[in-house]
């Protein structure tokens, strides 16, 4: 099944080898950890947007990593009548595109461009099919052979980190 990717001007790096004092902007896949809610931006009269995610990968997580080194949060600013990213699960796929870092209290931090940067969402689940379920407005990648390949070892690699690290919950009604 044909979904649409397409190859980035940007380089694709895995999370820990994001430099933010470089001044490149990065494309890449991150596994959503934590989400909020679209909040307005304070300056901008509720024309503006973002939402926080915070994302992990096989180079960088919780459990690998220590201190504010264990996930990137990404911030994504848009128009208050534009998309906003909705997650449906923790653990889903995040594809962004020309994403600018920089260091935050010693933590690097992403954020989307006014113009030129993009996002989609995908399911986490290995199975799923390569067809995003949530997309900024400009997202015009199309699908090619590597970024299947990247989103299916995310999906992949997500599975095995959740699989050993949630633990099961069970609630009783007393």
């Known amino acids: 099944m044909e979904s649409e990717f397409s190859a980035p001007s940007a380089e694709i790096a895995e999370l820990k080898d994001i430099n933010p004092r470089s001044g490149k902007k990065y494309s890449g896949f991150g596994v959503i950890l ?3 809610r679209a909040t307005p931006v304070s300056k901008s009269n509720g024309q503006e947007t973002y939402v926080q995610l915070k994302v992990i990968d096989a180079s960088m997580n919780p459990k690998t990593s220590e201190g504010p080194l264990s996930y990137i949060p990404l911030f994504i600013y848009q ?4 998309p906003y990213p909705f997650v449906e699960k923790i653990g889903d796929i995040i594809r962004f595109i020309n994403f600018e870092f920089q260091d ?7 954020k989307n461009r ?3 940067s993009s996002w989609r969402i995908f399911h986490g689940q290995e199975d799923a099919d390569t067809n995003d379920y949530c997309r900024s407005y400009n997202a ?3 699908n090619d ?3 299947v390949d990247q989103l299916c070892k995310a999906r992949k690699w997500a599975t095995t980190f959740f699989q ?3 633990r099961n919950f069970t609630l009783s009604f007393s």
């Open 34 to 36: 934590d989400a909020t």
């Open 79 to 82: 128009k208050s009548d534009s």
């Open 104 to 110: 935050y209290n010693k933590q690097s931090q992403g």
């Open 114 to 116: 006014p113009a030129g």
């Open 140 to 142: 015009i990648q199309r």
């Open 145 to 147: 052979q590597t970024l």
């Open 164 to 166: 050993k690290y949630s």
